[in-house]
C-alpha cells in the first residue's frame, strides 16, 4: 500500500491523465486528514476551485489542493515529534499520569480527525495548517476559554453521537469545528447543551 508521499508524487506526476491524479489525492487522505475524509476532500475542492464530484479536473487546480494539505501535514508531523520528545522527558522525570494535551494527541494520532467537522460540508474556510496552528496553540495552552479556538465565536450547540457525524461534543456554530471538550470552560459547556437540548424540544 503506498504511503502519502508516494500518492503525493502521483498527483504531481504529469505523465498521469487527470483522473489517475485525483484518484491518488484523495488516497492521501486516507493517511492524513485533519477534518477527516470527506470533510477535507470538499475543503481542498472548495478552495482550490475544483467540482468535489469532478473526475477530470484541472492538474493545476490538484496541485493547488495538493500544496495545502502538505503544508498542513509538514506541520503536524513537527509536531507529533515534538509531542512524542515531551512525553519521554516527562516519563524519564517520573510523570506517567497524560494530560488533556497527550488524550486529545493520542485521539488524533496519524492526523485523521483531528479538528472533526459538523459536517463534511461545514468547515473553516482558512487554510488547514493555519487551522491546525490555532487548535494546537489552544491545547498547548491549557486554559479552558469562551471562544472557538478556530475562529473565535462564542456561540456552541453540542453535536450528539450519530451515524451521521464523525464525533460528538460541542460544535462551534459559525465554522463548524467540534472543539475539544477541555480547551472550553464549564460555562460554554453547558450553555452549548443547553442549545441542542432547545433544538430537540423544538423539533419535538
Not at 500518492?7 to 492521501?28: D, F, G, I, M
Not at 500544496?67 to 512525553?87: F, I, M, V
Not at 463534511?120 to 479556538?149: F, K, T, Y
Request: glycine share 6%; with cysteine; hydrophobic share 40%.
Amino acid at each position: 500500500m503506498a504511503g502519502f508521499r508516494a500518492l503525493a508524487e502521483q498527483v504531481r506526476n504529469p505523465r498521469l491523465v487527470a483522473t489517475q491524479r485525483r484518484t491518488a489525492l484523495r488516497k492521501c487522505l486516507e493517511r492524513f486528514a485533519p477534518y477527516g475524509h470527506r470533510a477535507t476532500w470538499h475543503h481542498l475542492c472548495t478552495r482550490a476551485g475544483i467540482a468535489t464530484q469532478d473526475r477530470d479536473p484541472d492538474p493545476e487546480r490538484l496541485m493547488a489542493a495538493l500544496a495545502e494539505l502538505e503544508e498542513a501535514r509538514t506541520l503536524w508531523l513537527a509536531y507529533e515529534e515534538e509531542c512524542a520528545a515531551r512525553r519521554r522527558k516527562e516519563k524519564y522525570h517520573g510523570i506517567r499520569q497524560p494530560g488533556a494535551l497527550d488524550e486529545w494527541h493520542r485521539r488524533t494520532w496519524g492526523g485523521c480527525d483531528i479538528v472533526p467537522c459538523e459536517s463534511p460540508q461545514r468547515h473553516p474556510a482558512a487554510r488547514l495548517a493555519v487551522v491546525l496552528r490555532r487548535m494546537i496553540a489552544a491545547m498547548e495552552a491549557g486554559r479552558p476559554r469562551r471562544d472557538c479556538p478556530v475562529c473565535g465565536s462564542t456561540h456552541f450547540a453540542w453535536l450528539p453521537e450519530s451515524p451521521d457525524s464523525p464525533a460528538a461534543g460541542p460544535a462551534c456554530r459559525q465554522c463548524g469545528v467540534l472543539a475539544p471538550v477541555s480547551v472550553l470552560t464549564p460555562e460554554v459547556l453547558m450553555a452549548a447543551d443547553r442549545v441542542h437540548r432547545a433544538g430537540a424540544f423544538a423539533a419535538a
